[in-house]
């Protein structure tokens, strides 16, 4: 399969256009009397998480940003640790250290993903969550790793930056563990020009990261009231637009 970038056609300029002509309005939040209905990145959320059967898509700014929101969902704290693997990008290990925690390193397997034997070695009462990282698109042993998180009960988080699309047994990566991670570089399966996605079912979950990404902001007659630190990851309909068309392109079940 050949990376989003090399697939930009009409496709991509109709749906852009459409927002051009009909709407006008770039950002997610806001303006929903001149919309037109127009929301471009609630249609790439809809549309994503009944491909890969999520029961919650958030879209964001970018893979980084889905990662660094997911671990802020857990809590940590100081002295905590996340375990991931050693082979990985870079913003895997930023995201533990942005969020406060520590990164342990696993070796890996002939997946070329997390070793779950060196996995289950390195857990102890400071783990709180691993982040398995689907490298190159191809999955690593879930089932066994899956076991270990729910016997040692830790939270599994997916970066599935590389993988949109594939599957381990009859489940999407991404939707085995507890949150999922997609990135929509321009290097990935599909693009959006620069963007991420989240995808999970626990619904107050779900609740946290959409308050998280929209900076913590409550609903009040002042409109500036944040009860705690949030971030600024909404994805524009811009690049909504581009993931829808570049969403239409793929068959998900021929991974």
């Not at 001149?34 to 249609?43: A, C, L, P, Y």
């Not at 998280?212 to 309909?237: C, Q, S, V």
Request: proline content about 2%.
């Amino acid at each position: 399969m050949s990376p989003g970038y090399e697939l930009i056609s009409q496709d991509e300029l109709k749906e852009l256009s459409s927002i051009f002509k009909k709407s006008k309005t770039l950002s997610r939040m806001g303006f929903d009397k001149i919309r037109k209905n127009i929301f471009k990145v609630k249609e790439f959320e809809k549309l994503f998480k009944k491909k890969i059967n999520s029961k919650y898509a958030l879209a964001v700014t970018s893979g980084t940003a889905a990662l660094r929101v997911a671990l802020s969902t857990l809590d940590l704290k100081k002295n905590d640790e996340v375990i991931t693997q050693s082979f990985t990008f870079v913003a895997t290990a930023e995201a533990i250290i942005e969020a406060g925690a520590k990164p342990i390193c696993c070796n890996i397997d002939e997946t070329l993903n997390l070793d779950p034997l060196d996995f289950e070695k390195k857990i102890n009462k400071k783990t709180k969550a691993v982040i398995v990282v689907h490298m190159l698109g191809a999955p690593g042993h879930m089932g066994l790793i899956k076991k270990i998180c729910l016997k040692r009960k830790i939270k599994l988080i997916e970066d599935t930056a590389w993988g949109c699309g594939g599957k381990y047994g009859n489940d999407y990566l991404g939707t085995i563990g507890d949150i999922g991670c997609f990135s929509f570089n321009g290097n990935k399966i599909i693009t959006s020009g620069g963007g991420g996605m989240i995808v999970l079912n626990n619904n107050s979950m779900a609740k946290r990261i959409k308050h998280l990404t929209t900076t913590a902001k409550l609903k009040h007659k002042w409109e500036y009231i944040h009860d705690e630190t949030g971030y600024n990851f909404r994805m524009p309909n811009l690049n909504a637009a581009l993931g829808v068309a570049q969403l239409e392109k793929i068959n998900l079940s021929f991974f």
